[in-house]
Nanobody
């Protein structure tokens, strides 16, 4: 069955760096787009970054653009999120999610919509505080 296991979260100070990883299994990883999303207590669900199945197209929320980098290793079936210059408002539970479409066009239009995904991991907590 499909499994997505996130790791790499933890406590960081403002301005520091963290790298999140998501290990995927149970499906043809290279055939699907993948994304990271987050949810903070009392706040809505936010799609943070997405990457097309071959890694050629990436997408970012305005809140993380120029600070976060999404990447993937299709050989290792791993999705990563490098988070630079962390801010307190980045504190949240971070999830990786598997896209349900293989279409580049469709994913480009829907990458930040929850219905575009069919599986999520349990999440890894990121806390940014001094």
């Amino acid at each position: 069955q499909v499994q997505l296991v996130e790791s790499g979260g933890g406590l960081a100070q403002p301005g520091e760096f963290l790298r999140l990883s998501c290990e995927a299994s149970g499906f043809a990883f290279s055939g699907y787009s993948m994304s990271w999303a987050r949810q903070a207590p009392g706040k809505g669900f936010e799609w943070v970054a997405g990457i097309y199945r071959d890694g050629t197209d990436t997408y970012y929320a305005d809140s993380v653009k120029d600070r976060f980098t999404i990447s993937r290793d299709n050989t290792k079936k791993t999705l990563s999120l490098q988070m630079y210059n962390l801010k307190p408002e980045d504190s949240a539970l971070y999830f990786c999610a598997k896209g349900s479409t293989q279409s580049r066009t469709e994913y480009s239009r829907r990458w930040s919509i929850s219905s575009a995904y069919d599986y999520w991991g349990l999440g890894t907590q990121v806390t940014v505080s001094s």
